[in-house]
């Protein structure tokens, strides 16, 4: 039983003798040989078989070589078997033309050279096997493909899906939190720790946001937000928030801005805020002594190159050359540290996102920099300051008495949370645990808030 793999020859020819000889020589090559004895049966032939080669006797009755060539050609799924005609005559330049207009290849002219025969049909086997194995391993890929896209929408469904359950009760956790911490009757003890369950609620809150934020940047569905931003402010308010962090390491933590640089930019403040804490804030765990400094220069350009030069240098313990590239790897520590290993990975992913780059220059027990370049656009408005009025704890509400409010929530401990935080106000409130229940109290209740 021929190797359903191997190669197919078909041979055509009208006259038993040539077809015998045909396969004899042919047994020299690793392909299985069919036989058609006119152009209809070498047709049917092809209906269930891919050829590597096709010879064809020129002068047959009822179709000619020739004629078969041209059906052949016709077809897509034939066309593009290679055609050697054979011929009994001395093919002049007509005969050649008309061959090679009909879609062949080559001639051989009758006794032919076994050799010769046996050359070129090894080329067009060879030919073959290449085409076969490059379809099949573009179909591999295709497949491979395929099946990375199905296991990555999987992926972001399971992300999804199991933020959703963490994030449900995490919210009850750190509103419940807040809400005793703010309670002026809390005890001293159990003020700290209730402090200790915020912070353990907040960090375990990064790292969902963490690991949400690195899988939509795999699968291409995060954006930039171009806005009009005071680029200073920002500033400003990262190393507000940083700076506590380093005092309580007794590290100094410097802004140095260059008078060159912009106030307000054209840019995305949100991944640029996150970009320069993660960094920052990276930059304060791994020092000990000394301090971390933030320096921020725009280089000379013209309108179309502008550029921010943001630099985080710090006196920390420094890295080995060979650990630089690591270090964006996700979920890779090179030190036993609080974290996930993913604050870098993202940071580097956002860089990319806006359209820069970073660089990292690093000596073992000195410190580091990381230098990034961030193109910008001038901002539209004016760099006057905007008026900011100081955030503070909200005292009361006029009216509150007042107005309805209701809750609709399927978690009672969401339900409770909610409660908890405008009771405080005098608002009143109601309660719903479905869609029903709150179509039917807001036709009921009439609230002024849903």
Not at 54 to 68: H, T
Not at 110 to 128: H, M
Not at 210 to 237: F, H, P, Q, R, Y
Request: aromatic residues 6%; contains cysteine; hydrophobic residues 45%.
């Amino acid at each position: 039983m021929p190797e359903p793999n191997r190669p197919k020859i078909l041979i055509v020819d009208d006259k038993p003798e040539n077809l015998v000889v045909l396969r004899g020589v042919l047994e020299a090559v690793d392909a299985e040989v069919i036989e058609a004895r006119d152009g209809n049966s070498a047709l049917v032939a092809t209906l269930d078989n891919d050829f590597a080669v096709a010879l064809l006797d020129v002068q047959m009755p009822g179709m000619s070589g020739y004629e078969l060539a041209e059906l052949l050609r016709g077809d897509p799924k034939t066309r593009n078997i290679p055609l050697l005609f054979l011929t009994a005559f001395d093919a002049d330049e007509r005969q050649l033309f008309k061959g090679y207009r009909a879609g062949g290849v080559d001639f051989l002219t009758k006794p032919y050279s076994p050799e010769i025969l046996l050359g070129k049909v090894r080329i067009f086997l060879e030919i073959f096997r290449a085409r076969r194995d490059a379809e099949r391993n573009a179909a591999e890929l295709l497949k491979a493909r395929d099946e990375a896209l199905a296991a990555n929408r999987a992926k972001s469904l399971f992300l999804a899906n199991m933020s959703h359950e963490l994030r449900t009760p995490l919210n009850a956790i750190l509103g419940f939190a807040q809400i005793l911490s703010r309670a002026s009757d809390l005890p001293s003890p159990h003020r700290e720790k209730v402090s200790i369950i915020l912070g353990a609620g907040e960090h375990l809150l990064a790292i969902i946001n963490n690991i949400l934020d690195l899988a939509k940047i795999e699968s291409g569905k995060i954006e930039t937000d171009s806005v009009d931003m005071d680029l200073s402010k920002l500033l400003d308010d990262v190393v507000r928030l940083l700076r506590e962090r380093a005092a309580s390491k007794d590290l100094e933590l410097l802004l140095e801005q260059a008078s060159s640089v912009p106030r307000r930019i054209m840019g995305d403040a949100s991944k640029l805020r996150q970009i320069l804490v993660n960094l920052v804030g990276n930059a304060i765990k791994f020092t000990s002594i000394g301090g971390v400094t933030l320096r921020i220069t725009s280089p000379e350009s013209d309108e179309a190159n502008k550029r921010l030069v943001f630099e985080i240098q710090d006196s920390g313990c420094g890295m080995h050359r060979e650990d630089l590239d690591r270090i964006f790897e996700p979920f890779v520590q090179l030190q036993q540290r609080e974290g996930t290993g993913l604050g870098l990975a993202i940071t580097r992913q956002y860089i990319h996102l806006l359209g820069g780059s970073l660089q990292v220059q690093s000596e073992f027990g000195k410190g580091s920099i990381f230098r990034i370049i961030l193109p910008y656009l001038p901002a539209e408005s004016s760099g006057e300051p905007e008026d900011i009025l100081d955030q503070g704890r909200i005292a009361g509400l006029e009216g509150a008495a007042a107005k309805r409010i209701l809750i609709v929530e399927d978690l009672r401990d969401n339900r409770l949370l909610v409660r908890s935080l405008l009771e405080p106000f005098g608002f009143q409130l109601k309660e719903a645990e479905n869609g029903k229940e709150g179509v039917d109290a807001v036709r009921e209740w009439h609230p002024h808030l849903v």
